[in-house]
T-cell receptor, first 114, second 112 residues
Framework: AQSVTQPDIHITVSEGASLELRCNYSYGATPYLFWYVQSPGQGLQLLLK??????LVQGIKGFEAEFKRSQSSFNLRKPSVHWSDAAEYFCAVGRNSGNTPLVFGKGTRLSVIA | EAGVVQSPRYKIIEKKQPVAFWCNPI?????LYWYRQNLGQGPELLIRYENEEAVDDSQLPKDRFSAERLKGVDSTLKIQPAELGDSAVYLCASSLEGVGAFFGQGTRLTVV
C-alpha cells in the first residue's frame, strides 16, 4: 500500500526567503509523485509531477522538486517565496501517470511574513 | 479549455436530509474521481470511474452514499441521509494518461 508523510504541519518563512517542503513516500514499485497547492476555499492545483527521467522537475509558479529514490523523498523547493505562495501544499503518490487514485499526505500549511 | 466544474460550491443541510453534488470533468478525460477532504487533512478517495464503470469504490460508504456517471461524462455523488460527520469538502477530479489529475474547486458541505 502507498503512503505519504509530510513531516511539517506548518511552516512560516519570510517573503524573499527560500523554501523547502518535505515529502516522504512509501511504495514498493516505481512511484508517480505529485505536488498540489490549495488556497483557502479552493480546489487543488497541480504544481508539478514526476513520472520518470530527470529527477529534478520544474513546475509552475517557480517551484521545483527533486526525486531521491534512496531517501524515498520528493521535496518541494522555491528559491524566493512570494506572499501569494501562502497556502496548503499536498504531496501525493500514485501507481501510474494517469488513471490511478492518488494517496495524499496531510499537507503543510505555508505562511509568509513580511 | 475549461477545467473540472463542480456545483454547488457550498451546501448547508440539516442532518437526515439528502444532498447531491455534480461534477463535469475535463473533456476527453476518461477517469473521474470523487474525493472527500476533512478539515486539516488531505483528500481521500471515495470512488473512481473509468468511463461509466465504477472500478474502485471500496472506500465509499454504500449504506448512505451513491454515485453515478451516466454516459461516461458528468457524475453525481449523493448522500442520503446525511450525518453530522459528513461535513467536509467533496472534490471531483479527472485525469488522463501521462498528464495527471486535475481537481475542481470542490463543494463544501456543512451538516447541522
Amino acid at each position: 500500500a502507498q503512503s505519504v508523510t509530510q513531516p511539517d504541519i506548518h511552516i512560516t518563512v519570510s517573503e524573499g526567503a527560500s523554501l523547502e517542503l518535505r515529502c516522504n513516500y512509501s511504495y514498493g514499485a516505481t512511484p508517480y509523485l505529485f505536488w498540489y497547492v490549495q488556497s483557502p476555499g479552493q480546489g487543488l492545483q497541480l504544481l508539478l509531477k514526476y513520472f520518470s527521467g530527470d529527477t529534478l522537475v520544474q513546475g509552475i509558479k517557480g517551484f521545483e522538486a527533486e526525486f531521491k529514490r534512496s531517501q524515498s523523498s520528493f521535496n518541494l523547493r522555491k528559491p524566493s517565496v512570494h506572499w501569494s505562495d501562502a497556502a496548503e501544499y499536498f504531496c501525493a503518490v500514485g501507481r501510474n501517470s494517469g488513471n490511478t487514485p492518488l494517496v495524499f499526505g496531510k499537507g503543510t500549511r505555508l505562511s509568509v511574513i513580511a | 479549455e475549461a477545467g473540472v466544474v463542480q456545483s454547488p460550491r457550498y451546501k448547508i443541510i440539516e442532518k437526515k436530509q439528502p444532498v447531491a453534488f455534480w461534477c463535469n470533468p475535463i473533456s476527453g478525460h476518461n477517469t473521474l474521481y470523487w474525493y472527500r477532504q476533512n478539515l486539516g487533512q488531505g483528500p481521500e478517495l471515495l470512488i473512481r470511474y473509468e468511463n461509466e464503470e465504477a472500478v474502485d469504490d471500496s472506500q465509499l460508504p454504500k449504506d448512505r452514499f451513491s454515485a453515478e456517471r451516466l454516459k461516461g461524462v458528468d457524475s453525481t455523488l449523493k448522500i442520503q441521509p446525511a450525518e453530522l460527520g459528513d461535513s467536509a469538502v467533496y472534490l471531483c477530479a479527472s485525469s488522463l494518461e501521462g498528464v495527471g489529475a486535475f481537481f475542481g474547486q470542490g463543494t463544501r458541505l456543512t451538516v447541522v
